[in-house]
């Protein structure tokens, strides 16, 4: 092989994210020993979601694939001149840097291990027509996170959740109840930024006397803003059979003491500190990977459920 070596780099690293609509720039270093005669250059830009597991109910598969994204640029005219007129390349080292943009319309990198993935490729190749018409090729992946703008007036509102549960003691007599609810300032949540969170709750449940001291322990609860991740495929022999999975993960809680019962209601106001670097949630909700988020706070008795949209950029932080 004449070329030593081929190399493509991008501007931003794997753990660093290109959003919907952003430019994507890169650079191709190639060394050549020897003089080469070569066909053309291109770049690709593909995005492609895949799910697929062996389901438990039906001892059946299910995959499907999807490729939403595949952009192609041709620098074929910009590697001609390091050619010859016979297009070869010079020998020694060649520089080619290149620009495309990533769609608006994108799903966000996902990784799940037996449920699927989305994931985004950058592949260079060089073609030689030498040897068979060989290529030579250099691939790198990157990561990607959807468009989703926090700016829309909608996403300013507060968003609220009551929930009330009766309280059921021995032999099925009633306790009193429990009622709590949980308040956001601003159903748009912005990944890196805190989110003001207000707790109530009222437990007015009757609390049976001890006659026996006990040194009084503050228990604590979570409340914990959880991702989930819903995943669709189908048969591989069967198209008209889809089944579906979804896995939900706290990917961040913060304790707060638990409420005394018979003490009326008491109210907590939480500044919660969102992880940076979230992909967004899903626009869309009839593709094979999608993303919600929403924030739990589990209560002795139940838990309450808070549903939030989390962005990916918005104007004024």
């Known amino acids: 092989m004449k070329v030593d070596y081929f190399e493509v780099t991008l501007n931003k690293g794997i753990d660093e994210p290109y959003l919907g609509g952003d430019p994507i720039r890169g650079i191709i270093e190639m060394v050549c020993s020897k003089q080469v005669r070569i066909t053309g250059l291109v770049v690709r830009l593909t995005g492609v979601a895949e799910t697929g597991w062996r389901s438990r109910q039906d001892d059946l598969t299910y995959e499907s694939r999807q490729t939403f994204m595949d952009e192609r640029i041709d620098l074929t005219t910009t590697i001609a001149d390091h050619c010859n007129e016979n297009f070869e390349l010079q020998e020694g080292k060649h520089s080619v840097e290149f620009e495309g943009r990533i769609p608006l319309d994108v799903l966000s990198s996902v ?28 691939e790198k992946t990157f990561k990607v996170y959807s468009l989703l703008n926090l700016d829309a007036p909608y996403l300013h509102e507060k968003s609220y959740v009551v929930e009330k549960e009766e309280i059921i003691g021995c032999c099925g007599k009633r306790k009193g109840a429990m009622i709590a609810t949980m308040q956001i300032d601003e159903i748009g949540v912005m990944p890196g930024l805190t989110s003001k969170i207000s707790l109530t709750v009222e437990n007015n449940s009757v609390k049976r006397k001890k006659w026996l001291r006990k040194k009084e322990n503050h228990e604590c609860v979570l409340l914990s803003l959880c991702q989930q991740l819903d995943f669709i495929a189908g048969n591989r022999s069967d198209h008209t059979l889809i089944e579906r999975k979804s896995i939900t993960i706290a990917i961040e809680s913060h304790g707060t003491c638990k409420t005394k019962a018979g003490t009326g209601p008491q109210t907590k106001e939480i500044e919660f500190s969102v992880p940076a670097n979230l992909p967004p949630t899903s626009i869309h909700a009839n593709r094979l990977v999608t993303i919600s988020y929403f924030f739990k706070f589990d209560l002795e008795h139940f838990d309450l459920i808070l549903p939030v949209i989390v962005g990916s950029t918005k104007s004024t932080l």
């Not at 037996?114 to 027509?129: D, W």
Request: charged share 30%.
């Open 111 to 138: 990784e799940r291990e037996n449920h699927g993935n989305v994931r985004y490729t950058c592949t260079a190749l060089m073609a030689i027509p030498e040897d068979g018409d060989t290529e030579v090729v250099s």
